[in-house]
């Protein structure tokens, strides 16, 4: 659960992007964000994950303040894909991206490899395996960087326009693999300019961003 | 606010600033030049302080490698030794002293040219008969300064939230890691300035041969004072510091 309360945020002085903001995020249901360029969706996503910090109102991820903890912390419960796949790119190949945060840990696992392997067929990137993620197309990269949050069992995902270049097979795919995140109990935020997601589903909740102002549809 | 000086002005500091901490011969000259840059950094408007904290992650990754010099070169007095053989030794330490400060002056000093808009930093490299090409790549790379920095920051974030805490890594995989978040970054950059290159190319770029600014370039009185206290100071460095040999 994420409970926004009367949040303000700006970016310089004097120049609010998100205007008192109170809502809350629960898990289990999906929420799909609109809204113009530049409306603030992507600084509401920042926010809810404590990529960007304000001290302007509370950000409380499951009943915490999370004004001082780190993006780290935080990451326990709150996964965030970023708008740019090219920023969460960091391996020299796809399938060193999946597993070197848990080489590095030290809990590259049975378990974790088996994983891999199922997100890299979910995800058609199995011949993909030793490829240089940075020189691979667009919709691949996209693929890759959601396939390095579901490799983390969060309880709150924000995906920032993880359809946005993907063509309409593979949109698809994407769609029924964040419906069925949800309907496993996950809690998404999905910042969408298309009208891709059936709005109608019991567990689905319209928003959009208007003036910095986030209104219920 | 923009610096009230000529680019060239600014380019002189820069390239003086930089001459002096390749020419420096040892850790004391060096750290004088990094404190007068320090300084121009202020006198600037800027906020080396600042600066500095915001590239610390940047700064640590220079000091490992600094860190793993000094091991490497012998020489001098031991000042850690470990089973018989010398780890640090005071020429080592020197050494890597001398290359944290190097890097320092040459970040700093670049800076200076973040003070100017690029089409002024353009306009006057080419009054400097720098073909407009390399004045025009010149003037894109200093506006990508500041961009990079904020992609560095970025990348360490994504790479928390891949659940790494890099405060509590040790320091081989340490390495390991900072060389997954400048990698991506460099190639980045590389794949992006080649399709910078082409796009102009495809604008046509070089259709033109002479090129009119709107805006004149012209130095003023407190250019030349300028210039003329920095050639001073330079001269006067170079003299103390070879003049003893
Ligand atoms: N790092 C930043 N520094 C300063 N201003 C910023 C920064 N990031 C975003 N902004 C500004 O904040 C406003 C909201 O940006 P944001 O990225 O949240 O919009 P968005 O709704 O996600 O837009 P899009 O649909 O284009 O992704 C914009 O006016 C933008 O220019
Ligand atoms: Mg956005």
């Given amino acids: 659960m994420i409970e926004l309360i009367d949040v303000s945020f700006a970016y310089n002085k004097n120049n609010l992007v998100l205007k008192n903001i109170t809502y809350t995020f629960n898990e289990g249901v999906l929420y799909v964000l609109s809204g113009k360029n530049g409306s603030g969706k992507t600084t509401l996503g920042k926010l809810m994950c404590g990529l960007v910090k304000t001290r302007q109102g509370v950000v409380k991820v499951r009943g915490k303040d999370i004004y001082k903890m780190t993006v780290g912390e935080i990451s326990e419960h709150v996964g965030y894909l970023y708008q740019n796949p090219d920023l969460q790119l960091f391996a020299p190949t796809v399938y060193e991206e999946l597993v070197f945060p848990y080489e590095l840990n030290g809990k590259l696992t049975d378990e974790i490899k088996e994983k891999v392997e199922k997100l890299l067929k979910d995800f058609k990137l199995d011949d993909k395996r030793k490829s240089f993620p940075l020189l691979m197309s667009l919709g691949e990269r996209q693929r890759l960087a959601l396939a390095t949050i579901m490799m983390r069992d969060q309880r709150f995902i924000i995906f920032d326009e993880p359809t946005a270049s993907i063509d309409a097979e593979c949109k698809r795919m994407i769609q029924e693999f964040i419906q069925a995140f949800v309907e496993n109990g996950g809690g998404a935020l999905v910042i969408s300019h298309d009208e891709d997601f059936d709005l109608n589903g019991a567990n689905i909740k319209s928003l959009r961003m208007e003036g910095g102002v986030l209104y219920e549809k | ?245």
Avoid at chain 2, 86 to 92: A, D, F, L, P, Y
């Fill in chain 2, 1 to 245: 606010m923009k610096s009230r000086l000529d680019p060239r002005t600014t380019m002189l500091f820069i390239v003086l600033t930089s001459t002096l901490s390749v020419l420096a011969a040892n850790m004391y000259w060096l750290l004088l030049i990094f404190l007068l840059t320090l300084v121009l950094n202020v006198l600037f408007g800027l906020n080396p302080f600042k600066t500095l904290y915001r590239m610390r992650r940047f700064l640590s990754m220079i000091i490992i490698i600094a860190f793993f010099q000094s091991i490497a070169s012998s020489g001098g007095k031991p000042i850690i030794r470990l089973l018989g053989a010398n780890i640090v030794t005071s020429k080592g330490l020197e050494d890597s002293l001398s290359f944290v400060l190097r890097m320092g002056i040459v970040m700093l000093a670049v800076l200076l040219g973040t003070r100017h808009d690029s089409r002024d930093m353009i306009d006057g490299l080419t009054k400097l008969k720098i073909p407009y090409e390399l004045a025009f790549m010149t003037g894109i790379a200093l506006k990508f300064i500041p961009l990079f920095g904020q992609e560095f920051a970025d990348r360490i974030k994504a790479v928390s939230l891949r659940g790494i805490n890099i405060n509590k890594l040790k320091l081989p995989k340490k390495i390991k890691l900072y060389s997954y978040i400048l990698v991506p970054a460099i190639s980045g950059s590389i794949i992006k300035s080649r399709d910078i290159a082409s796009s102009m190319e495809t604008r046509g770029f070089r259709a033109y041969h002479e090129r009119t600014s709107l805006k004149e370039l012209k130095l003023k009185l407190v250019d030349y004072a300028a210039m003329t206290v920095a050639l001073a100071v330079f001269i006067l460095i170079i003299y103390f510091m070879f003049a003893r040999r």
